[in-house]
């Protein structure tokens, strides 16, 4: 079945970047017409959506985090990566990455959309400290 | 602050039904899906309904999902004490264009 596995540094020092990489495991993320992002949950906390990005390069971000968040994707290595900027205390958090379900239609005059989270990864701790 | 609103916990015995309410706006709840996740103890949470009311494969029909209006409801029935979790609730909100969670609800099987 699909997994996804995050990895990267535990430790990221306050103002610097955190950088974390996602690996899909039994799924194409150019071909599978999923959208893959990323969430995290600061310790003794609730979920936060930080963003999500399709194949193509189109992402979506969360408006608190817009300015200091990129997500990208690696499709060469089956991989989507995520950087936040300027990282303080308040970003300490377990960040999971996870396969999105992502549409829309549309009906009387209203676009509904369909967003939900169907396999996650396990999750990996990133603590800022200097 | 959550954009969505649940109570902070829930109780209830083995084998009793519990309800679990998430309160949003038509620009998420109102006009999209909902989805439900469970997070067991030191675990990643893991879908339990999404589009308002489906089960994922290997989800027992304990758990259903219900949508009305601007506010979306998880009932578990026949409750065991394995179910003790946090549930969240989570949609999309057009107006922010952003994926937006409830601050979950801690489930205690007395």
């Known amino acids: 079945q699909v997994q996804l596995q995050e990895s990267g540094p535990g430790l990221v020092k306050p103002s610097e970047t955190l950088s974390l990489t996602c690996t899909v495991s039994?799924?194409?993320?150019?071909?599978?017409?999923?959208?893959w992002g990323w969430i995290r949950q600061p310790p003794g906390k609730g979920l936060e959506w930080i963003g999500n990005i399709y194949s193509s390069g189109s992402s979506y971000y969360n408006p608190s985090l817009k300015s200091r968040v990129t997500i990208s994707v690696d499709t060469s290595k089956n991989q989507f990566s995520l950087k936040l900027s300027s990282v303080s205390a308040a970003d300490t958090a377990l960040y999971y990455c996870?396969?999105?379900?992502?549409?829309?239609?549309?009906?009387?005059?209203?676009?509904?959309?369909?967003?939900?989270?169907?396999?996650w990864g396990t999750g990996t701790t990133v603590t800022v400290s200097s | 602050q959550s954009m969505l609103t649940q109570p902070p916990s829930v109780s209830a015995a083995p084998g009793q039904k519990v309800t679990i309410s998430c309160s949003g706006s038509t620009s998420n709840i109102g006009n999209n899906y909902v989805s439900w996740y469970q997070q067991l103890p030191g675990t990643a949470p893991k879908l339990l309904i999404y589009d308002n009311n489906k089960r994922p494969s290997g989800i027992p029909d304990r758990f259903s999902g219900s949508k009305s209006g601007t506010s979306a409801t998880l009932v578990i029935t026949g409750l065991q004490t394995g179910d003790e979790a946090d549930y969240y609730c989570g949609t999309w909100d057009t107006s922010l264009s952003a994926g937006v969670f409830g601050g979950g609800t801690r489930l205690s099987v007395l």
């Open positions: 996870a396969r999105i379900e992502f549409t829309r239609s549309y009906r009387l005059g209203v676009w509904n959309y369909y967003f939900y989270m169907d396999v």
């Open positions: 039994s799924d194409s993320i150019i071909s599978s017409g999923y959208y």
